[in-house]
């Protein structure tokens, strides 16, 4: 058997290969790749091989879109399509494991260290109680972890494409904005890059200014340097729209175990986000409030941890 197996981790913008040490757990030649449109994954993986000189026979890839156990697997936000069948024949693979991205995520967690999370209040975990991740980034993704016989068995779903209630009139007001847009509005459409932007166009429309077109990153930009109110706004927003979803994900499992945010975007302002009213969009659940608030949440700052939780997915596997 190889030391080494392939992992990769593929979103909505971007997918990156790595190497897994099955030895000794450790991430090698991370590779990330902007995907274009009439992107081959089999070719994708064959470039990175071939650039590291290595043979494997052995991989887990790690996909943003709901797994079955289809042959074909096609992806939610992007075009990327692949064959499970082809990729074994042409990597000449023993073992292949496709798995949702966050289910890699979710796996990581156990094993992730202490100085690759932040913790946002709370009380200690207990875990004994199952754990909630979700995360924004090109997409929402959410997964569960339960623990069974001592052994973590990571809950896949498709959360992110649930609705998420508004709560006040001004937020109404920007629910109706961006239901003029898309019809059935799901949370994904908030809790995204592409999100902060239909939150940051709704706000423009709401008071009456021109629509622009504008980056997740500059508006981002914006409100932490304070030069642009609607900016400002739309950051704060999102943080309390982050709240109150994974809130609702606590309490839907009473997941006393701990809730885990992932994905791209919050890693990218944790200073801002520990002061916004995340926290108390997070436990303001009526009756249920005095349940949440016991609930830690941690933001995840790990660079890769759904390179590291295919890892791990797959070794768990091998067990």
Not at 98 to 121: E, M
Not at 219 to 238: M, R
Request: charge should be neutral.
């Amino acid at each position: 058997m190889n030391q080494h197996a392939l992992v990769t981790d593929i979103g909505g913008t971007n997918a990156r290969f790595a190497l897994y040490n099955l030895a000794t757990n450790e991430l090698s030649a991370i590779t990330k790749v902007l995907i274009s449109k009439h992107d081959i994954l089999l070719n994708l993986i064959k470039d990175y091989l071939q650039a590291q000189a290595v043979k494997i026979n052995m991989a887990c890839i790690a996909i943003a879109c709901p797994i079955g156990d289809e042959d074909i697997i096609n992806m939610t936000n992007n075009d990327l399509s692949f064959s499970r069948s082809e990729l074994i024949k042409e990597l000449n693979l023993t073992k292949l494991e496709v798995i949702n991205d966050f289910t890699a995520v979710s796996t990581s967690i156990p094993k992730l260290p202490k100085k690759d999370l932040v913790k946002i209040g709370g009380d200690e975990p207990d875990l004994n109680y199952p754990i909630a991740i979700y995360g924004a980034g090109t997409g929402l993704g959410v997964s569960h972890l339960i623990k069974v016989n001592e052994r973590w068995i990571s809950m896949p779903g498709e959360g992110g494409h649930t609705e998420l209630p508004m709560v006040s009139e001004d937020e109404d007001r920007i629910l109706v904005q961006l239901r003029k847009k898309f019809g059935r509005v799901s949370s994904e459409r908030f809790l995204s890059g592409n999100g902060i932007v239909n939150i940051y166009q709704a706000l423009l429309k709401i008071n009456n200014l021109p629509e622009e077109d504008i980056t997740p990153d500059v508006i981002v930009k914006k409100a932490l340097d304070n030069s642009c109110p609607i900016c400002l706004q739309t950051l704060t927003y999102f943080c309390t729209f982050m709240g109150r979803f994974g809130g609702n994900l606590a309490l839907t499992l009473n997941t006393q175990g701990g809730v885990y945010i992932a994905g791209g975007i919050v890693p990218r302002f944790i200073e801002f986000f520990k002061a916004s009213p995340f926290r108390s969009a997070f436990e303001h659940k009526g009756r249920m409030s005095y349940l949440v608030k016991k609930v830690p949440v941690y933001v995840i700052t790990h660079k890769d941890p759904g390179l590291f939780g295919a890892g791990v997915y797959l070794q768990n596997s091998l067990k």
